[in-house]
């Protein structure tokens, strides 16, 4: 049998959870901006946020372009705010600084500082030009505005530093001179010194004709000296010294020196003359001047070789018939002999004959240079014994045993010469009592027949003696 079942429906619960509030999105600041910067987005739901970034917080801070939601939940129903966009622009190009000089200045100069942007200038110092120029000391930098965002430059700093003294310039000499001279030129300033001329020390030695100046200071900072001229006078050629013969002669003998320069010259002997005789050794220049400058030629050594040394012995008298003799005395030996009755060195007093004969003696030494020397020679007729009382003077006895007696008879007798059979001076007697009876030894001379010449300022007269024992 069927039997009919009754199914009752079952019972479902629906439950129906509030909505929430749909969220709004506030922004702390515009919404467009530059590169670089961020803007800060606040949900207007305190709790139960889910942003379009992910976040679940209630503020994000986006720093990129986009569309950003946020996404409100209560319990298990969410409700999404409207869209909010968030623009970011790109940042203009940085502007640069450009300074019209040194940023290191003197205290009380100035510098242009230029930005490379021509308009939309904001500087440090709150000046909206494209240029400022400043005068103090400090860091500067200009931000450029393209209307929408800005970009700042590298800071440019400014030193302030203090001005140097002028410096001056002290010349240890004239700063005129002649070509090849000098002069020191000094800064006063010890440091920090640059020349004219580029040289960086205190001082500097000039030799060129000029202007010169020196600076003083630190870089960007400095002083200018006054300048100081020096001129240059040119020289005169150098003369050049002639000479008409050789500049090595003897003694006595002379070369004459011409300077090329027919006026102007001073030689160094201190002559004014164009020429000049030289007789002495030594180094010769002359010196040229052209009424500034002087310039002296290059030395001429002259050279004066002496004379030889040539002197005769008092020559021996001779008899008149005495045979030919060699001659001797000169000094130095090797020279020739010459005069009345001289042949080959050799002395003939008959060739000669009676009578005072002047013998000269020449010399040539290794430098060519002759000199002479004379002597008397004397030729007497030595006729015999019997011509002694004819003698203006009287020697007694003779022959003789070695002593004898000279009697002057009022003459003055200079000296006795007493020569041997040879013609050779044996010893010379030099009287002490004129005019009276004076009493002479011979015994230091062996016997034999001797000449003596007797010599007075009024005569010389010859006479032989014997000796013997």
Request: with cysteine; net charge neutral; aromatic share 4%.
């Amino acid at each position: 049998m069927l039997v009919a079942q009754i199914h009752r429906p079952k019972q479902v619960i629906i439950t129906v959870n509030p909505s929430p509030a749909t969220p709004t999105i506030t922004a702390a600041g515009p919404v467009t901006i530059c590169q670089g910067s961020s803007v800060t987005l606040t949900s207007s739901a305190t709790t139960g946020n889910t942003w379009s970034t992910g976040a679940t917080t209630q503020a994000i801070t986006v720093s990129t372009a986009g569309s950003y939601t946020v996404t409100a939940a209560l319990g298990s129903c969410t409700k999404t705010s409207a869209a909010k966009v968030v623009t970011v622009n790109p940042l203009p190009t940085a502007p640069t600084i450009s300074a019209s000089g040194s940023t290191t200045i003197c205290s009380g100069g100035s510098v242009t500082l230029t930005s490379s942007s021509t308009t939309g200038n904001t500087w440090s110092t709150g000046a909206t030009t494209q240029s400022i120029t400043v005068s103090a000391a400090g860091t500067y930098s200009v931000t450029y505005n393209n209307g929408t965002c800005t970009a700042t430059s590298t800071p440019t700093t400014v030193t302030v530093v203090s001005t140097p003294v002028v410096p001056t310039i002290t010349a240890a000499g004239a700063t005129t001179f002649c070509q090849g001279g000098s002069v020191v030129l000094t800064s006063s300033a010890t440091s920090g010194n640059t020349w004219s001329t580029g040289a960086t020390t205190q001082s500097i030695t000039v030799t060129s004709a000029g202007n010169y100046t020196v600076t003083s200071g630190n870089v960007g900072c400095s002083a200018t000296s006054i300048g100081t001229t020096v001129i240059v006078n040119p020289n005169p050629t150098a003369p050049t010294i002639a000479a008409n013969g050789p500049t090595t002669f003897c003694q006595g003998g002379n070369v004459v020196l011409t300077s090329s320069a027919t006026s102007g010259n001073t030689w160094s002997t201190g002559a004014t003359s164009q020429v000049i005789t030289v007789t002495t050794a030594g180094v010769y220049s002359v010196t040229v001047s052209n009424g500034t400058c002087s310039t002296t030629s290059t030395s001429n050594t002259v050279v004066v070789n002496p004379l030889p040394n040539v002197t005769l012995s008092p020559l021996s008298m001779m008899c008149v018939n005495w045979a030919p003799a060699g001659l001797t005395g000169g000094l130095p030996a090797g020279g020739t002999y010459t005069g009345t009755g001289v042949t080959s060195n050799t002395f003939n007093p008959a060739t000669a004959g009676i009578g005072t004969h002047p013998i000269t003696y020449s010399y040539t030494n290794s430098n060519s240079c002759s000199n002479t020397a004379t002597a008397n020679l004397l030729v007497d007729a030595c006729a015999g014994l019997d011509e002694i009382n004819s003698l203006p003077f009287e020697i007694y006895p003779n022959p003789s045993t070695g002593m004898i007696q000279l009697q002057s008879n009022g003459h003055v007798i200079n000296t006795i010469n007493v020569y041997d059979e040879t013609g050779r001076l044996v010893k010379i007697i030099q009287p002490k009592n004129n005019s009276k009876v004076e009493t002479l030894s011979l015994k230091d001379l062996s016997n034999g027949i001797y000449t003596l010449i007797v010599n007075s300022n009024e005569f010389q007269k010859a006479m032989k003696i014997t000796l013997m024992e």
